[in-house]
């Protein structure tokens, strides 16, 4: 079969959309669909084909591209690179066989922006397809919003995150994003909106465990007047609030099952149903979610549907507890502190070697939060130029090493808080600082003092980051 345009006498102001599939009846009912909606069809039979008609009519003359897994000369996959490599401002959508997740997953970490069942349900396929032609409107958008929040740190970690998340924002992939209490996972979501075609769109949060199980439908989809007893007007859900934007489930872990069900649909069908409507409503929302709970071991126990799982944990981030990257306290203690004293209308004070070194030997259980809280009643405590060890109000119960003779931990909720393995660096970290301390900083003396060799003290002294 040639190379053909369908839809062709149609005005060519109109999007065209490239579909390449080998079976002829899904182009033709795709491009049916498409031909309603005022969309023009390109249709491919190959892989060949395709990269024929991407060349002719290259980047700004397609608008999306629909692609099958399997191709007589190869595979769909081939086409999402090809197209991110040399065409990446189009986006590209899978139509994968229904229930095989694993393609559907590899296809959107490929930077496929969405993907579609077999047999294909005509709704979604619109909504899709409406949901991509925005995003060329969108493309300006970009450049025209400020950058947003700032995630700060020189560490190997966070630089880490922050390439990530200008990556990630690009895409249209969903993002888990997961990491312990004040680690910073809401400040990460609001950076991947602030970076994406969506930048200008709202950034609604919601606190899926604050929602009380009775008003969580009609608060995520909106409700009718009249639809329950206190329905007295119509009101618009989160989804509908975050048109065209993000919205950010918080502790997602928390979703009772039924919900998951209902947010699942939502989220696969890009359609909600207000409570006591008739009708579905076209959403068109990118969802970025977070947890501090181990989400893939509640799918495990059945507390958290796999399907959904695997739908909003296309790809994940992980934002470290403090104490995994410890180099960057000073940075983000001398941030915090500008940042109140400007609030305060004041100079930002300096922390004095004792307090740096007190704070570099806190474990910060509740991380970056913690840090900012410490920092906060310590500026308001001292109007002072500098803040001190004495100003600084660590935890003491935290921050204290154990009693030397007391190798038996009889509080095992401390180790259980942090898990053992910092929990066992921050005691080696304590004892090596106070060996060192006590050996005015000669590491052989304290070597020696340890009884373990010079090597071995170097060695873990790099490991923790010390030397
Ligand atoms: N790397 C960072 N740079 C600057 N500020 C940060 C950084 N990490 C966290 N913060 C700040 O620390 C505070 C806590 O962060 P955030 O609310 O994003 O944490 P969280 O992981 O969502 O916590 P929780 O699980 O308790 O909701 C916020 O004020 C945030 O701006
Ligand atoms: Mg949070």
Do not use: W
Request: glycine share 6%; charged share 25%.
């Amino acid at each position: 079969m040639p190379i053909s345009s369908t839809n062709q006498g149609v005005s060519s102001q109109h999007p065209k959309v490239l579909i390449v599939d080998d079976e002829s009846d899904i182009r033709e009912l795709i491009s049916l669909t498409l031909s309603r909606m005022q969309v023009d069809c390109l249709e491919a039979e190959t892989l060949s084909e395709a990269n024929q008609l991407l060349e002719q009519h290259g980047e700004g003359g397609i608008q999306l591209c629909l692609t099958d897994m399997r191709l007589p000369d190869g595979n769909g996959m081939e086409l999402i690179y090809r197209i991110q490599k040399q065409y990446s401002q189009i986006p590209v959508a899978m139509i994968t066989a229904h229930g095989n997740m694993s393609s559907a997953i590899e296809a959107l970490k490929a930077g496929a922006f969405d993907f579609l069942n077999k047999p294909v349900e005509l709704q979604t396929l619109r909504n899709l397809v409406t949901s991509a032609l925005r995003l060329d409107q969108q493309k300006q958008v970009v450049e025209s919003c400020d950058t947003g929040p700032e995630l700060m740190g020189q560490s190997v970690a966070i630089e880490k995150i922050r390439q990530l998340v200008t990556r990630l924002a690009r895409s249209l992939a969903p993002v888990h994003i997961h990491g312990e209490s004040g680690t910073g996972k809401e400040l990460v979501a609001r950076m991947l909106h602030h970076r994406s075609h969506r930048c200008d769109k709202p950034f609604i949060a919601v606190n899926c465990g604050a929602i009380p199980a009775e008003l969580m439908e009609s608060e995520f989809f909106g409700h009718r007047k009249g639809s329950f007893t206190g329905a007295t007007q119509n009101k618009e859900g989160l989804f509908q609030a975050a048109e065209g934007g993000t919205l950010f489930l918080d502790e997602v872990a928390d979703l009772p099952l039924d919900m998951q069900v209902k947010l699942l649909r939502a989220i696969q069908e890009k359609s909600v149903r207000p409570v006591g409507a008739q009708k579905e409503e076209f959403v068109d929302v990118r969802i970025v979610s977070a947890t501090h709970e181990d989400l893939a071991a509640k799918v495990e126990v059945g507390e958290f549907r796999e399907d959904l799982y695997y739908r909003i944990n296309v790809i994940e981030l992980k934002v470290p507890p403090l104490r995994d990257h410890p180099e960057d306290i000073p940075v983000l203690a001398n941030y915090f502190l500008s940042q109140l004293a400007e609030e305060m209308g004041r100079s930002a004070p300096r922390l004095s070697d004792s307090a740096l070194k007190r704070l570099s030997h806190h474990c910060f259980p509740g991380n970056v939060r913690e840090l900012e809280n410490l920092l906060a009643r310590a500026i308001t405590l001292n109007d002072s130029d500098v803040i001190d060890a004495e100003d600084i109000q660590t935890d003491g119960r935290k921050n204290q090493a154990p009693q030397a003779n007391s190798f038996v931990v009889d509080n095992i909720e401390s180790v259980c808080e942090v898990g053992l393995e910092s929990y066992l660096e921050t005691v080696e970290r304590q004892i090596l600082e106070k060996a060192l301390e006590a050996s005015d900083y000669n590491k052989t003396a304290a070597a020696k003092k340890l009884g373990i060799s010079f090597r071995t003290l170097r060695y873990r002294l790099k490991k923790l980051n010390m030397d």
